[in-house]
């Protein structure tokens, strides 16, 4: 690894991700009042989405794209969505209500398919599909009107349960009928 590539703005972007989400765990557990925590994790929460969605697009726009860019994304995303359910459950646990077995069945099948990629392919990869991309833009914006409105998120956290699943199970699917990774395939659709 070349220190340059660190010195990019998009590699600069995810490294401030993988700061910000164990960073994350201070306004979580270790700020006293509430208020205060809620909004501090929610400004670091919104921070988080919008490195994550500039840092790609940087480094296409920049002519900055590299292996190592990747690498700190697909890093940085497999941190910080299993993160999501510690802090569904520590800000709004209501929402979820009886039905944390969702949660548990979808974070078993994202560690599923990282072990089976890691098995498989060497590596963890993690594809940028259309339900890979409707899933994570999904859960973000759920877990900020959870924050914002409660009473919402409720409503809306069925809808967010089908999505991951049916994005867990096309990627899995994926993993077991393909030879190779192409981390930009679209759908289970796509040859």
């Not at 697909?74 to 949660?103: H, M, N």
């Not at 393909?178 to 395939?185: A, C, G, H």
């Amino acid at each position: 690894m070349n220190i340059n590539e660190l010195k990019t703005i998009p590699n600069m972007l995810s490294l401030s991700r993988l700061i910000l989400i164990p960073a994350m765990l201070i306004p979580s557990f270790f700020i006293a009042d509430e208020a205060l925590a809620r909004q501090v994790f929610l400004i670091m929460f919104i921070l988080i989405g919008v490195t994550d969605k500039l840092d790609g697009t940087l480094a296409r726009y920049l002519n900055q794209t590299s292996k190592l860019g990747a690498e700190l994304d697909t890093l940085a995303d497999t941190v910080f969505y299993p993160f999501i359910a510690l802090w569904l459950y520590r800000f709004e646990s209501d929402v979820v209500g009886e039905w944390w077995i969702l949660i548990y069945i979808l974070l078993g099948l994202f560690f599923l398919k990282m072990i089976m990629g890691k098995i498989k392919f060497g590596k963890m990869p993690t594809f940028h599909t259309i339900g890979g991309k409707t899933f994570a833009a999904s859960l973000y914006f759920f877990m900020i009107i959870t924050m914002l409105r409660p009473d919402i998120g409720k409503i809306l956290f069925p809808v967010l349960c089908v999505i991951g699943f049916l994005n867990q199970m096309e990627e899995i699917y994926i993993f077991l009928t393909r030879d190779s990774v192409d981390e930009n395939i679209k759908s289970v659709f796509t040859k």
